[in-house]
């Protein structure tokens, strides 16, 4: 049985999509937030750096275009190496025609040791209720010992 992530990685993005990623952020304790450098799929953006063992808090910023969306899922899969190494996927909840929303997600820690050190591409989706891919980001960054 394939798994959500499996499918947002392969779908494309649905036509006459209703709802927009319009960008991502992470929030840091004493930092300036992150604004996360996104590309369309298929594309590399940049990456930043992240330190290892900190905690930080993703926010979803995107937009609903349709008249309304269920079930708006965030999924965020982790791939190190051509393999995968992590997914989150995040309930949002319905949202009506609108925006933009920004949401803030549960914290995280960024994994440390030198194991977890590299370069870490990744991409964001928002599904809906049914599965549908309605809209996609990939994304890199590198988990460092410093700043």
Do not use: N
């Not at 999924?75 to 925006?99: M, N, P, Y």
């Not at 891919?133 to 994304?139: E, S």
């Amino acid at each position: 049985m394939a798994s959500l992530a499996d499918a947002a990685e392969s779908a494309p993005v649905r036509d006459g999509r209703a709802v927009e990623l319009l960008g991502l952020s992470l929030q840091f304790a004493g930092r300036d937030p992150i604004a996360v450098p996104v590309s369309p799929p298929g594309t590399a953006a940049p990456p930043f750096t992240l330190k290892e063992g900190t905690e930080c808090r993703a926010v979803v910023h995107f937009r609903v275009d349709g008249p309304f969306v269920t079930g708006l899922k965030v999924l965020d899969v982790r791939s190190r190496s051509g393999a995968e190494v992590g997914v989150r996927e995040v309930l949002l909840g319905d949202f009506r025609r609108g925006g933009p929303y920004e949401l803030a997600l549960p914290p995280e820690r960024v994994p440390s040791g030198p194991r977890a050190r590299g370069l870490y591409d990744v991409y964001a989706a928002l599904v809906d209720g049914d599965g549908h891919v309605l809209d996609r980001r990939d994304y890199r960054f590198e988990i460092r010992k410093d700043w």
